[in-house]
């Protein structure tokens, strides 16, 4: 997703990860309203997690992701709203933060091989040095779905970056499975489909069929399953006609999104939220059983974005965090002792966003 707003602009969610991956489903604004107080019972109300700590301090910083051994954290940031969004590598304290992106173009979606000696991310550099250009809101708001994004794969300290995919289109939102293998949204065939690869590039297949945007897809922790968020408007609706004008353009308007789990070679897809609400961002509990994940559940047509806990047959839903404005692309560490997390809280400036890590009590 990918895109960062104005100082000011936050947004339906991953606004305040700047125009990350379409997961963001921001409502851009030329000044962002004031913020609801800040319950006095916040840390009571938080109480699954302690110990939170922010880990920067200034800008748009956004979708930070363990490496395998839970050491260090991948991320992308811009320090301010004209930059491009960058990688970023540091240790979970958020000390020796390095950028490991070459600096041209947009970068999105980071994440570590499994034996951590590589990383993976998507970025525009291939097509253009400079940032690509934002689109016009006159239609509205709508997100860019970039066709320079390809997904590459580099050392992990960013040297000799490789394109694992060519395609003409958008390719972005890659992660990595225990086994090694790459699932990823595109746009090749014409529609925001979730496909996986090896972690070559080599053996590409897709996985979902669904008329609508799908993806911010991850593995389960043994790789049978994923997990994405999805939209599937019916077949001949205004909806859906929009949706597919726009996306020839290389615009999509979000909306609403719902989570859906299937099997790692796209069979027996089911649906797990049915609530109206933006969800996005799941991934999975360490055990695999459960999964967090951002939602405006309670607050369907703002900008109060809390993270949420569900079983993965879609029961028990339990809200994690209540702070009044956005927390967003959770992800517990490999041991299941830490979350760490994007949120407005805390800014400087209104409409920054920062990485925050706390330890989870189970």
Known sequence: MTARLTLAAATLALVTAGWMRPDTLLLAQHQAPAMPPVPANLAALEGRLSDIRMLTDAGENAEAYFSPDGSHLIFQSSPDPVSCDQMFVMKIDGTDRRRVSNGEGRTT????????????????HGKAAACPERPSMARGYV?????????????ADGSAPVALTKTPGYDAEATVGSNGRIVFTSLRDGDMEIYSMAGDGSDVKRLTNLPGPDGGAFYSPDGTQIVFRGRHPQAGSPEITEYF?????????????????????????????????????????????????SSNLHNVKGRNFDLFLINADGTGVEQVTHHPDFDGFPMFSPDGTKLVFASNRNQKTRGDTNIFMARWKR
């Open 143 to 155: 997100w860019p779905i970039y066709d320079g994004y390809d997904i590459y794969k580099a050392n």
């Open 109 to 124: 979606c980071g994440f570590f091989t499994r034996d951590a000696k590589q990383i993976v991310y998507a970025s525009t």
């Open 245 to 293: 004008t726009l996306l020839k353009e290389g615009l999509w308007k979000p909306t609403s999104t719902e989570l859906y789990i299937m099997n790692a070679d796209g069979s027996k897809l089911r649906q797990i939220t049915d609530n109206g609400a933006a969800n996005f961002a799941p991934f999975w509990t360490p055990d695999g059983k459960q999964l967090i994940f």
